[in-house]
Structure formats: C-alpha cells, structure tokens
C-alpha cells in the first residue's frame, strides 16, 4: 500500500510507540572494495538544513447548520431547541465553518524565497504557511503546480535572503549511494535520516511520469516535499511517498528525481502552469507475443496503436503497428520512457522519430503540439450515448471469441463510437481463452488481424485459418474499444 508522506491533523494529537526489530545478519561470500562509510552526516546536516522549511496547509470549508425543524405551535420541542441554538450561539441556517490541517515539508531554492515541495501538501489549501528553522513564520503564495508530477512552488516575502539550496544530477547517483532525508515527520520539526539509493527508475502507478528514486532513508508522513541530499548537499530528489502496510517507514520510500522535477519547476516559476509537448499517438507496451509477430526478434520499442486524428502526427504518415525506437536522438527501449521524453520535449519543436515498420527503419518529422490544451480539448468533447436494446445477431465463433458483423444495433447496444468506422463487433467472450486472459470483452471491436483490414466475422476466420498455415503461432490483432482507443493484442492460435 503506498501512501503520500503528508500527515493530516484536525483537533487531535499524535499517539507516538517504539517498535524493535531483530537483525539478522549474512556472511559476505567474498570481499567488496567500497567507499568508506561517513564517519558522520553532522557538517551535511548543518550545511543544508536551514533550507529545509516545514509547511502548513489549511483548507477552510464552510458547513451550513440544518434549519430549525418546523414544530407545532406550543411544541414543548420548541423551547429545547431555541435553548440549544442559543447555548452554542448559532441561529438557524448560519453557516459554519470546517478547518483543516495538513502538513509537509518543502526546501528554498532561491534566496528571494521559491519554495518547493508536492502538490499533495499544498492541493485545496486556502491559506499555506511557510516555518523556518528559526521559528519565523511567512504567507505563501501558490505560484503553480502539477499534478502528474506532484510538484508545486510557493513564494514567500522574507525580510532577509533566505538560505537557498541548489539541484544536483540526479542521473548520475547510483544504486548504493548515500544520501540523507530532511523533512517533518510527523510535525515533530526538522528531522534528519541518512540511508542509500536502493533503486532507481521505479514505477509505483501515481502518475504516467514515474520514475522514482528508492531510498531506505527513513520518510514518514509530514516529510512529503522534503528533499533528498546527496554527499555534495544537492537536491536529487524530492520525497513524495512511502511503500508502508503501517503508515510508517519501513525502509522503503520515493522521491521524484531531480532531474524530473527541475523542468517542471522551470516551467512553474516562467509560466505558472506546465507546457508539455504532446506526439498525439497512442501507444503500448511491446512484449514478446507482438515482437514475435511483428519479428522484431526482441521486445522493444513503443507500439503506436492509434493516431489522434486531430494531433501532430495525425498527416505524417504513422501507422497503427509502427515500433518507435528513436525520438528526437533519444532511444526508446521500453514504451513507458517514450510519454517522459516527448512530456520533457519543447512544445513547437519539429522532432526525428525513428521507426521500424515491416522490419525496415522510417524517419518521420513532427513538430509536437502542447498536451495541456489536448486534454482541456478532452475534456470539452466528453459526451455519453444512450443505450439502446439490440437484437439477437448472426456469430462466428473464432481464436476463443464470437464475433459479429459491426451493424448499428450493435453499436447502439455496446455504444460503440462512430470514429470506429469498421471492423468486426466481439460479441462474447470464452471465460478460460487466451482473448479473455488479454481482457478482450464484448464491445470491442476486431479492426485488423496481422496488419490487414477485417470488415466480416468470415475474415477473421480466413485470416486466422492463414496465419496457421503460414506455421506463425500467435496472430496480431489490432482492437478498439467502444471509445475508439486502439491497442495490439497477441492471440496463440492453439
């Protein structure tokens, strides 16, 4: 279970307890040349912490009372309510309201007073507090945030500089480092942890740009926003969450990565919001049931399923099942890197994207939109279909599914769109087939089979019938849902 490190405080207090835990040790099996271990982490700590801040987020709501209930005149109710009313000093239909607290950590970036820390701590507040390791308190200003990564600035008007810490490269730390945690756990103030780099590039599904820092330094709800120091006393990092059954640390925490967060918070400050570059493609995950059937030879690459018709890539000549391998000089070993690149890509930049159709390399130019005004766009054309009832349809029964011809009935019944333009309707699905165990359900549609059009259930018996005799084992299946988002599935034959 994860959890993000911000600890939430309304009119309560902290119930504090010691749990010991054993230590089992291991033999090495051979001897290790390493770093010396610090002999302490006391000058670091001193050096960087002043930058450290804790924050305070309220968020006031208001709540409005119930009315007076109406009583019979004479009620002796009525007396006992105008007495409560009066006890607690409220009339009926005042309006009342609702504080609440969260707290977290952040770090000065700029002695003129930007501040950092994660959207989560901050998200909703009506007023944020900014507190010193002086015990100065100061307003803060939301300058932006973002969500996808989880990151905001604050400005604050101190009196004086503020001590200031400077971002490192977080590329360059490797698995076994040390490094240190600064933050408030807890709202227990300015607590420092020392630990490692456990692992790095990890993928925790809190956002499409995940690619956290693993450390066993010890974060805690409360040291959310709070940065991670190398032995230099830059910032590589920015504690976000925390794997934990408990709520508390059991050594393994995350932090988004410096060099993640540095573009972001460029763009915060210059712009106030994010301006991401946006390919307008969709894609996925090559495995080895579609590199074998695209003969690939190995799983790699990202595979374009669909093509936005209104996108940057919509009149440059990709097609569904392309592999992208390259993207502006960048390789793509794997499709969850590809979303990171174009994100951190200029918007209006004209890019090479390198890719491998019919196991040939095609170069393709495209000049990348910006993904926020995709997604307001998005947002605008959202629209829902009516259900309709549908009768009873003529079926195929093939490669573990029934398949239809795609008629308006059946795009009525399963609400089908009508960007789907062709195809062949799923109708059922066999409970213990391969299509069921790649999550194909009635109301997908079958649009190609191994890169060819299918327009009738007798295609995709024909083409499965091929694919056998041509002694393949998987067939490729190109499918979009009812909202018309395509993806490749791999299907055995036998």
């Known amino acids: 279970m994860f959890f993000r490190c911000t600890d939430n405080f309304s009119a309560r207090r902290l119930l504090a307890g010691v749990v010991f835990v054993g230590a089992l040790a291991f033999a090495a099996a051979a001897p290790v040349v390493a770093a010396p271990v610090p002999d302490s982490f006391a000058d670091l700590a001193q050096t960087v912490t002043a930058a450290v801040v804790n924050i305070s987020a309220t968020q006031v709501e208001d709540e409005k009372d119930m009315d007076m209930p109406k009583l019979p005149p004479g009620s002796p109710l009525d007396d006992m309510f105008e007495e409560f009313l009066k006890r607690h000093r409220r009339h009926p239909g005042e309006e009342r309201r609702h504080r609440s607290t969260s707290l ?109 820092l693993q ?42 990565p410096s060099d993640t967060a540095q573009p972001v918070i460029e763009q915060l400050i210059k712009f106030g919001e994010t301006r991401r570059g946006w390919l307008g493609v969709r894609i996925q995950k090559v495995d080895e049931g579609i590199a074998e059937s695209l003969g690939l030879g190995k799983a790699r690459g990202a595979l374009i399923s669909g093509i936005d018709e209104t996108g940057p890539s919509a009149h440059v000549g990709f097609k569904p099942g392309d592999v992208i391998v390259t993207f502006d000089g960048k390789p793509v070993d794997d499709a969850r890197e590809l979303p990171k690149i174009v994100a951190l890509t200029p918007v209006g930049k004209e890019v090479d994207v390198v890719i491998i159709r019919d196991g040939k390399e095609l170069t393709k130019k495209v000049t990348l939109g910006r993904l926020e005004e995709r997604e307001a766009k998005a947002g605008k054309d959202k629209q829902e279909q009516a259900e309709e009832p549908a009768p009873q349809e003529e079926k195929t029964h093939v490669l573990g599914m029934d398949v239809a011809a795609l008629t308006g009935d059946l795009r009525s019944k399963f609400r089908i769109r009508d960007s789907v333009k062709t195809g062949v309707a799923i109708v059922a699905v066999d409970g213990d087939s391969p299509a069921a165990e790649q999550h194909l359900a009635p109301g997908d549609v ?11 259930p007798q295609d995709v018996a024909a083409a499965a019938k091929a694919i056998k005799a041509e002694g393949r084992k998987t067939a490729l299946l190109l499918i979009a849902n009812a909202q018309g988002q395509a993806r490749f599935v791999a299907l055995p034959l036998n």
Do not use: C
Not at 130 to 152: E, M, N, P, S, Y
Not at 244 to 256: D, H, L
């Open 215 to 256: 450390t066993d330094a010890a974060i805690n709800k409360g040291n959310s926003g709070g940065p991670l120091f190398n032995m230099a006393g830059e910032v590589i990092g920015i504690n976000t969450a925390i794997l934990s059954p408990s709520g508390g640390s059991i050594g393994i925490g995350f932090a988004t």
């Open 446 to 456: 079958i649009l190609e089979i191994n890169r060819k059009p299918v327009n009738a």
């Open 104 to 212: 977290g950590s952040g770090f000065v970036i700029d002695s003129s007073g930007i501040i950092v820390t994660n959207n989560h701590v901050i998200d909703g507040a009506n007023d944020i507090e900014v507190i010193f390791t002086d015990g100065t308190k100061l307003r803060a200003q939301i300058v932006g945030k973002d969500a996808k990564v989880d990151l905001a600035v604050l400005r604050v008007k101190p009196p004086k500089p503020l001590p200031a810490v400077k971002f490192g490269d977080s590329d360059k730390a490797r698995v076994g480092d040390w490094v240190i945690a600064v933050g408030n756990p807890f709202a227990l103030g300015g607590t420092v942890t020392a630990g490692i780099i456990s692992a790095k590039d990890r993928n925790i599904d809190s956002g499409p740009y995940d690619n956290y």
